[in-house]
């Protein structure tokens, strides 16, 4: 999980800020030398640690902050304010051209995501009604058409190719008048990437955005590769200009330097981020509710949200009563696994909920075979059993791991599963109410 090591060494700080009661200017100035070494831990750029730290110290040392009477409290609002300013403060979204198509025009380094992204986008923008077409314009990496065909087919969206012999000035154009004449609202352009940054290349997007005046320039960054994403960010926008950032892979080990740092560098906002090797893995990047997630104060909001793309609404409704009136049975506890296989591994859906340590959930994701066999064992249990497990006592608990092929410590383990699900779909429950009561910020 991204920012994971970050996380706990920030929350390790504000706990033993929150144990002191009344705070000092020493205690303070201490907590502000932890905040800076973890944040240059987590590969965050150098100067803009020492802006923020400097900000953070002299917003918390004002008289109201020392002598209020939750003055720790206080010391975290303002480092979750001073975070989600450095990420932007607020959501930024793509700019729709007044006349259809709108023109994306995606760039970024080899490996980076670019092709894949591009995918991404296409099904998110096709999820909110838009009729997207996506253009081929890498003709330099083997295979990069194919695989952008590859990804069109999978999400349902026509790719415009014109091989790999035509100029990728030539193609985009190409592709516009094909867009206009076949009603495409947005037009989503792959173009090529170099293992590192070369002149031709920047010459290359630099005629394509002259001939084409794209409405957004998107860079995507690997934010694996930390503060080389973020100067790879600054020279794309100082020779090209981009509009915004997608940042990619930070469902891996990432320790979220890029994603800190990359909009007090550049000045241009991260617009999406993507978590993920599905076509469904893409998020908007919410500054604040990012903060939120790096301060352990979880981020429900976007796990809603997750969870709203991927049930529809009469079966949700029809859950919710369920779980209401404690009748969630075993069938549910199906359909909710396979549901929750769709959004991902576990750990980051974890990592949304308020007061969860995720990390105590790292490595966990359902696998097929998981779900094949907690089929066969809900499968082997009667009816009522499903409704009612409470009644599956020893002897039933044999029979069902016999007629499942499994054993009855994983018949036990399940039975164990289903009783923590009840428990937590009760925290998700509370987690809405203190929302609502102003309890959780987001
Ligand atoms: P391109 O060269 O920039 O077009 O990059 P690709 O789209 O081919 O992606 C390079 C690799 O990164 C592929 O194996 C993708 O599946 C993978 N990838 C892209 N985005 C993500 C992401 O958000 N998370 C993870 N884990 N992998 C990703």
Do not use: W
């Not at 033993?16 to 907590?31: F, N, P, R």
């Not at 009603?183 to 792959?190: L, S």
């Not at 994603?259 to 617009?271: D, E, F, Y």
């Amino acid at each position: 999980m991204a920012f994971e090591g970050l996380s706990g060494k920030l929350q390790e700080v504000f706990k033993k800020l929150k144990g002191k009661g009344k705070l000092s200017e020493k205690d303070v100035k201490e907590a502000m030398r932890e905040v800076k070494i973890a944040l240059l831990e987590a590969d965050v750029n150098f100067k803009v640690v020492k802006d923020f730290v400097n900000k953070v110290t002299e917003k918390s040392l004002g008289q109201e902050v020392l002598e209020s009477l939750t003055p720790a409290q206080q010391v975290i609002k303002i480092v979750n304010d001073e975070l989600t300013n450095l990420m932007g403060s607020i959501q930024s979204k793509i700019n729709y051209g007044s006349k259809p198509p709108t023109i994306i025009m995606m760039v970024g380094l080899q490996g980076s995501g670019k092709t894949t992204t591009s995918g991404k986008l296409a099904n998110m923008l096709k999820t909110q009604g838009k009729n997207p077409l996506l253009v081929a314009c890498d003709i330099y990496r083997p295979a990069a058409i194919k695989q952008l065909q590859v990804v069109g087919s999978k999400v349902n969206v026509p790719v415009f190719s014109m091989g790999d012999k035509t100029n990728p000035v030539d193609i985009a154009k190409g592709a516009l008048d094909y867009a206009v004449s076949n009603n495409f609202n947005v037009m989503i352009i792959d173009t090529a990437g170099r293992l590192h940054i070369d002149e031709e290349l920047m010459d290359e997007l630099v005629n394509i955005k002259l001939s084409l005046k794209p409405h957004e320039i998107l860079l995507v960054v690997d934010s694996m590769t930390g503060q080389d994403a973020v100067n790879v960010a600054e020279v794309f926008n100082n020779k090209l200009g981009i509009d915004g950032v997608i940042l990619t892979k930070l469902d891996g080990d990432t320790r979220g330097g890029a994603a800190l740092s990359i909009r007090a560098v550049t000045q241009k906002p991260i617009k999406f981020v993507a978590m993920g090797e599905k076509l469904s893995d893409i998020e908007p990047f919410h500054p604040d509710r990012m903060a939120s997630r790096i301060l352990g104060m979880g981020d429900v909001l976007s796990l809603i949200e997750k969870v709203q793309t991927q049930i529809d609404e009469k079966k949700a409704a029809e859950l919710e009563k369920k779980l209401l009136s404690q009748q969630f049975s075993f069938d549910d506890f199906l359909d909710q696994l396979q549901g929750i296989k769709k959004m991902g591994p576990i750990e980051e859906l974890f990592s949304m909920i308020p007061g969860l340590n995720a990390s105590k959930f790292k490595g966990m994701s359902i696998s097929d075979k998981d779900i094949k066999r907690i089929e066969a064992i809900i499968q082997s249990m009667t009816k009522e059993e499903r409704q009612n497990p409470i009644i599956i006592n020893g002897s039933r608990k044999k029979r069902i791991a016999a007629g499942s092929g499994t054993s009855i410590q994983q018949v036990n383990s399940l039975l164990k599963q289903f009783e923590q699900t009840k428990k937590m779909v009760k925290q998700f429950a509370d987690a809405g109410k203190d929302m609502k009561k102003g309890k959780i910020r987001m």
